[in-house]
């Protein structure tokens, strides 16, 4: 399965360049869930902020956490990371005994060296060289991609709870995993909703982003990427590439309308040489 | 923001691929981590005042991002490809607009201070002229709320900000996927997203 995604090139994106070739099966998915969210997990999540105290809602989360140890070092040694892995069982081993059966972060408390990092077969997919494939929003589960979803039915095989805890426990990790997840949500989603004009578009980057985020932290970096932010005024610098201004052109433009622009050099079109730049996936990595 | 004229920038810039050494001069860190943390000083001792209405705040948001963002490069980084293809007069609005939109979006968080402090944590050269600095938003009662990186740009004329990661997501990045999915959906005209831009500021006019 791996090998079957790993064709093409790695699409690590850090641009509007998502591939999404099921756009229209994706937004319509969206917005069920989106549905689902606003009729069910939105209004939970929000009593669950206001009703649990907050130090209790620490404890559900550092417990949820520590339950997952198992797959985050197995990944963590998928990947080679060893000081990952033993930062893992560590956290494991002093939060499960002096942190009360992982009720308190004790190991991460105040030390960055041991703070928790989340680690899964997607990501280890990702390190091992396979690309993301088409950008995928699964029902309920929300954005998500082939490979991730492909990391996450690994995960849930690899997880020896999976196995063990009884159907009643396994129930409650999954709603408790998906309320503290939708808690944490809460405000940065909103925020998003309210400063985006398409909001799928708007979530779909944001997966990408954060995700690449987590996989560039836990590998150890073959390089970050940076979008090429091409300088406005660079173009000052190519006047003799200029295009001819467009037709729709009022002559030599009127004079700009704010203190802003009045600043700004005229505004024109930019060179082709420096087209290229504008898609980030062509940064080289530093 | 004062700009060289022409002929010194293309002339700096010639200069500059002759000389290759004085071309990859690196970005100097220090300056921008100086930059971000009086930035950031100069915000939060405004925000001090309990008495800041909103219009205030819009008024002092709209202030710091014009002189510390360069709100040009920001607006036609998020345009995308569709920077080129969109006439002079819809970039003109579009700047316009993107500039509302962002005062807009933000100023109100600027009413809602509650005694947050910041604390530049360090800084790394991502280009030749680029510098991310890292800080941290701590909260009254010493927890760390969010991780934030400046991207800085460093020119003749002093720094600018460029881009705000949050979290690891790039505000430039997410408002380019945003713009151009409206653009996109608009069958390719810059137009539909000028009008939503307009919309989206209205509504916000209207909520404040």
Do not use: H
Not at chain 1, 112 to 128: H, K, R
Not at chain 2, 79 to 85: A, F, P, T
């Amino acid at each position: 399965m791996g090998l079957a995604l790993a064709g093409g090139a790695c699409a690590s994106s850090t641009g509007n360049g998502v591939y999404d070739p099921i756009e229209p099966f994706n937004r319509a998915m969206f917005q069920v869930n989106d549905a689902a969210d606003f009729l069910v997990v939105r209004p939970v999540s929000e009593t669950y902020r206001q009703v649990v105290p907050d130090p209790l809602q620490e404890m559900v989360t550092n417990v949820l956490r520590n339950l997952r140890t198992p797959v985050i070092v197995l990944n963590q040694l998928l990947q080679g990371d060893w000081e990952g892995a033993e930062v893992a069982a560590t956290r494991f081993f002093l939060n499960s005994t002096v942190g009360v059966l992982g009720l308190v972060d004790i190991a991460g408390y105040g030390n960055p060296e041991l703070a928790y990092e989340s680690e899964d077969f997607g990501q280890t997919l990702a390190v091992w060289g396979v690309g993301d494939g088409p950008y995928l929003v699964l029902p309920l589960l929300g954005p998500s991609n082939v490979r991730d979803t492909a990391g996450r039915v690994v995960d849930i095989g690899s997880d020896p709870l999976t196995y063990t805890l009884n159907d009643d426990a396994a129930l409650a990790r999954n709603i408790l995993t998906v309320v503290d997840a939708r808690t944490q949500l809460l405000d940065p989603l909103d925020e998003v909703r309210r400063s985006s004009l398409d909001y799928y578009a708007a979530v779909r980057s944001l997966y990408v982003q954060s995700r690449d985020g987590e996989i560039q932290e836990g590998a150890a970096a073959e390089g970050e990427e940076f979008p090429d932010f091409e300088d406005f005024d660079d173009f000052e610098d190519f006047e003799g590439f200029d295009d001819p201004p467009p037709p729709t052109d009022s002559g030599e433009a009127g004079p700009p309308s704010n203190a802003l622009l009045s600043e700004s050099p005229p505004l024109r079109e930019p060179p082709p040489p420096l087209v290229l730049d504008l898609d980030p996936r062509r940064n080289q990595p530093r | 923001m004062k700009l060289l004229p022409p002929g010194a920038a293309a002339a700096l810039f010639a200069a500059g691929l002759a000389l290759s050494p004085f071309a990859s001069r690196a970005a100097d860190a220090a300056g921008a981590e100086r930059f971000i943390a009086a930035l950031g000083d100069e915000v939060v001792s405004t925000l001090q005042r309990p008495d800041l209405t909103l219009e205030e705040a819009e008024t002092q948001f709209r202030g710091v991002f014009r002189t510390n963002f360069d709100i040009p490069t920001i607006g036609q980084f998020s345009l995308g490809r569709y920077w080129r293809v969109a006439s002079p007069t819809e970039r003109e609005e579009f700047l316009l607009l993107f500039e509302e939109m962002i005062v807009e979006t933000y100023a109100r968080r600027f009413t809602e201070y509650s005694g947050q402090s910041f604390r530049v944590t360090g800084s790394r050269e991502i280009s030749e002229r680029d510098v991310l600095v890292s800080t941290s938003i701590i909260n009254a009662d010493g927890q760390l709320v969010v991780v934030i990186d400046w991207r800085v740009r460093q020119r003749e004329t002093g720094y600018q900000i460029i881009d705000v990661v949050v979290e690891q997501v790039s505000m430039g990045v997410t408002q380019r996927s945003d713009f151009n999915a409206v653009i996109q959906r608009g069958g390719g005209k810059v137009e539909v997203l000028l009008q939503a831009l307009r919309e989206q500021v209205q509504t916000a006019q209207q909520d404040g």
